[in-house]
């Protein structure tokens, strides 16, 4: 059931780093619920990123990296790619705290 209240346009005061963070959160729990439950990849995705509330863009870029998603819910490595794409975002992350 997606959040009503995480929305930047309802609610000028929530960020739209906020939003992203809950809908990705809800994504993360949702797909690791249907790996334990044993459910394939390809019946679960669709319905859980619909099921998490991200607003249109993040919806779109979420399912652009669908594979990423897939391995991470097989459990594989991340690629040396997705690796470089998690630093350079934590330093942008550094960058806008200081």
Known sequence: MPWPFVSCESHPAVSSELVAS???ER???ALADARERGEPFD???RRAVRAA???AELR???FD???AWRSAFEGEPATRAESAA???DG????EDAA
Do not use: N, Q, Y
Not at 91 to 94: M, R, S, T, V
């Open 22 to 24: 809950v809908a990705f």
């Open 27 to 29: 994504l993360r729990g």
């Open 43 to 45: 019946a679960v995705f």
């Open 53 to 55: 509330g991200p607003p």
């Open 60 to 62: 779109a870029a979420i």
């Open 65 to 67: 990296t669908a594979d």
């Open 86 to 88: 998690l630093v350079l």
């Open 91 to 94: 330093l942008w992350h550094e």
